[in-house]
């Protein structure tokens, strides 16, 4: 089966069945490219909030290592989102060059 040529596969922001990644494929105005867009917007924002709130806890002399251990956990799940959100990001301008949007 072959896809029109202005069709993209675009990698999305979160995983199916298993940790498995989703792709979509379309032009990227629909819908389902509107609710990825948003997802990725609401997981930049969180990755944002918890960095001030990992600069907080390690000026904090008195953090326990169980408060320590979470917060690295919390990082590690929001740079897991925001390495996917890069590389589905890349790999479109990758596609399309010319568009600077």
């Keep these: 089966m072959?896809?029109?040529a202005t069709e993209a596969v675009r990698?999305?922001?979160w995983t199916g069945a298993e940790g498995k990644p989703c792709y979509?494929?379309?032009?990227?105005?629909g819908y389902v490219s509107r609710v990825a867009d948003n997802v990725e917007s609401v997981q930049l924002g969180m990755a944002a909030d918890l960095l001030g709130h990992v600069e907080d806890l390690l000026s904090d002399r008195s953090a326990t290592?169980?408060?320590?251990?979470?917060?690295?956990a919390r990082l590690a799940e929001s740079l897991r989102e925001v390495h996917r959100v890069a590389r589905s990001r890349g790999a479109r301008?990758?596609?399309d060059?010319?568009?600077v949007s």
């Design 65 to 72: 290592p169980e408060q320590l251990r979470y917060v690295v």
């Design 24 to 29: 979509l494929i379309g032009d990227g105005r």
């Design 2 to 4: 072959n896809r029109p």
């Design 11 to 13: 990698l999305l922001p």
């Design 93 to 95: 301008l990758a596609m």
């Design 97 to 99: 060059p010319g568009d």
